[in-house]
């Protein structure tokens, strides 16, 4: 149940519940009331039959001496010397007044307890009185409520749209007022300001030191040629190799984050492509003992297969490092699953995402935990699904799923199917 349901139960319980205590109050006091009334007529008509009776020794208006039917109650009291009204009950109720006069006699007068109970018409009057309040307290707390859950959801949705890396949407943001959803959406509203800020900053030094490292690190590569010693030359080459390759990783990154990244769709067989990169990763990065099964009929997809083989490159080369052969690629549809016999993923990394610059083999010195983050990158600008979980009986296993072919090849925007990184 959502918050405007809550606080319209809410709302309605409390609100039927001071319904029910007015309800009893109002009945219980009508029925004291009612009762002293009937006591107060009876009290006056004792004491106009007490003075005829003082002034001629005649008992007037249904006066009674000793009256064998008096209450015992009633009696009690009058023969302390105080007199008083009593009600009786029973099949026949009667209203008793009754007093002490001379020679220790007692004078009392009676009459039937009105037969006319308004007690029943009251409470369907009270009854129906709450219920059309309750009613009617419950719809003005749906609106209410209805007014509330706007608004929260807005900021919601803003916030959801930053967590998802987007521009902050100041307009949906309730900033307005000095309530607590308003200074909700006024925190929100600072926090995307200062995480835009940040995150913009974050990519434009990445960008920059990619852009500057870019220069020397080729020029470093080519010095390293000029160098005599074979295995100094060798270990010149890789370490500068190595930057290099960090350079242009972390400039595909500044790119992706960016979101200037475009995919180019062309109609392509599924089944050829994943083999075809397959065997090009053969022998690169590691990657050794590849088995590709085909299941079903060969799709032809509208992808971008330059995107895709960086994809596929990425997690065979993680796999290769951090997992075990044989490694699997299996095609169905237009999903490729690809899955090894290691270890598996890190949890963090399957509930999280991965995460740049963090690599699962630390001890190792290798890696930058960039292959997996720039393979998420370019699923987003594939529109694709990309999915990291636990294979059936141990080993990692990453599952690409392609969107459907369109009409026809076309230009691409970045997001268009979005990417889960965290998946079973």
Same mark, same amino acid.
């Given at each position: 149940?959502?918050i405007?349901?809550?606080?319209?139960?809410?709302?309605?319980?409390?609100?039927a519940l001071?319904?029910?205590?007015?309800?009893v109050?109002?009945?219980?006091?009508?029925?004291?009331?009612?009762?002293q009334?009937?006591?107060?007529f009876?009290?006056?008509?004792?004491?106009s039959?007490?003075q005829?009776?003082?002034?001629?020794?005649?008992?007037a208006?249904g006066?009674?001496?000793?009256?064998s039917?008096?209450?015992?109650?009633?009696?009690?009291?009058?023969?302390k010397?105080?007199?008083?009204?009593?009600i009786?009950?029973?099949?026949?109720p009667?209203?008793?007044?009754?007093?002490?006069?001379?020679?220790?006699?007692?004078?009392?007068?009676?009459?039937?307890y009105?037969?006319?109970?308004?007690m029943?018409?009251?409470?369907? %009057? !009270? *009854?129906? =009185? +709450?219920?059309?309040?309750v &009613?009617l307290?419950?719809v003005?707390?749906?609106?209410? #409520?209805? $007014? /509330?859950s706007r608004?929260?959801?807005?900021?919601?949705?803003a916030?959801?749209?930053i967590?998802?890396?987007?521009?902050?949407?100041?307009? %949906? !943001? *309730?900033? =307005? +007022?000095?309530?607590?959803? &308003?200074?909700?959406?006024?925190?929100?509203?600072?926090? #995307?300001? $200062? /995480?835009?800020?940040?995150v913009?900053?974050?990519?434009?030094?990445?960008?920059?030191?990619?852009?500057e490292?870019?220069?020397?690190?080729?020029? !470093? *590569?080519?010095?390293?040629?000029?160098?005599?010693?074979?295995?100094?030359?060798?270990?010149v080459?890789?370490?500068?190799?190595?930057?290099?390759?960090?350079?242009?990783d972390?400039l595909?990154?500044?790119r992706?984050?960016?979101g200037?990244?475009?995919a180019?769709?062309?109609? *392509?067989?599924?089944?050829s492509?994943?083999?075809?990169?397959?065997?090009?990763?053969?022998g690169?990065?590691g990657?050794?003992?590849?088995?590709?099964e085909?299941?079903?009929?060969?799709?032809?997809?509208?992808t971008?297969?330059r995107r895709?083989e960086r994809?596929?490159?990425?997690?065979?080369?993680?796999?290769?490092?951090?997992?075990?052969?044989?490694?699997?690629?299996?095609?169905e549809?237009?999903?490729i699953?690809?899955r090894?016999?290691?270890?598996g993923?890190?949890p963090?990394?399957v509930?999280?995402g991965?995460?740049r610059?963090?690599t699962a083999a630390?001890?190792?010195?290798?890696g930058?935990?960039?292959?997996?983050t720039?393979?998420?990158?370019?699923?987003?600008v594939l529109g694709a699904?990309?999915?990291f979980?636990?294979a059936e009986g141990?080993?990692?296993?990453?599952?690409?799923?392609?969107p459907?072919?369109?009409?026809?090849?076309?230009?691409?925007?970045?997001?268009?199917?979005?990417?889960?990184?965290p998946g079973?």
């Amino acid at each position: 149940m959502g918050i405007r349901g809550r606080i319209a139960l809410a709302i309605s319980f409390v609100t039927a519940l001071a319904v029910v205590v007015l309800g009893v109050g109002v009945h219980h006091l009508s029925a004291v009331g009612r009762d002293q009334q009937a006591r107060a007529f009876q009290d006056g008509l004792l004491s106009s039959a007490l003075q005829i009776y003082q002034r001629d020794s005649v008992l007037a208006l249904g006066a009674q001496l000793d009256d064998s039917a008096l209450p015992l109650p009633l009696a009690q009291a009058v023969s302390k010397g105080r007199s008083g009204t009593y009600i009786s009950g029973g099949s026949d109720p009667r209203v008793w007044a009754a007093t002490a006069v001379a020679d220790d006699k007692i004078l009392s007068v009676s009459a039937p307890y009105p037969d006319r109970d308004p007690m029943p018409a009251l409470d369907k %009057a !009270l *009854v129906v =009185a +709450g219920v059309a309040t309750v &009613a009617l307290m419950a719809v003005v707390a749906w609106f209410v #409520a209805q $007014s /509330l859950s706007r608004r929260l959801r807005h900021s919601a949705a803003a916030a959801r749209q930053i967590a998802e890396g987007g521009p902050p949407d100041t307009d %949906a !943001l *309730v900033t =307005a +007022g000095r309530d607590e959803v &308003a200074e909700l959406g006024r925190s929100v509203h600072l926090m #995307a300001t $200062s /995480l835009a800020a940040r995150v913009q900053a974050e990519r434009e030094f990445t960008a920059d030191v990619a852009h500057e490292l870019r220069t020397p690190v080729a020029g !470093l *590569v080519a010095s390293a040629e000029l160098l005599p010693h074979p295995r100094a030359v060798e270990m010149v080459r890789e370490r500068a190799q190595t930057m290099r390759s960090l350079v242009e990783d972390l400039l595909e990154v500044s790119r992706l984050d960016s979101g200037v990244e475009r995919a180019q769709l062309d109609p *392509v067989e599924l089944p050829s492509l994943v083999r075809g990169i397959v065997k090009r990763a053969q022998g690169q990065r590691g990657v050794d003992d590849v088995r590709v099964e085909v299941v079903g009929e060969g799709r032809i997809v509208a992808t971008d297969a330059r995107r895709v083989e960086r994809i596929l490159v990425n997690i065979l080369a993680n796999a290769a490092k951090h997992g075990r052969p044989p490694i699997e690629v299996t095609v169905e549809d237009t999903r490729i699953v690809v899955r090894d016999h290691g270890e598996g993923y890190p949890p963090e990394l399957v509930s999280q995402g991965p995460r740049r610059f963090r690599t699962a083999a630390p001890e190792r010195g290798t890696g930058h935990g960039l292959g997996l983050t720039i393979a998420v990158g370019q699923a987003v600008v594939l529109g694709a699904r990309l999915e990291f979980g636990e294979a059936e009986g141990g080993g990692a296993r990453a599952v690409l799923e392609l969107p459907e072919a369109e009409d026809g090849p076309g230009e691409s925007p970045a997001g268009a199917a979005g990417v889960t990184a965290p998946g079973p």
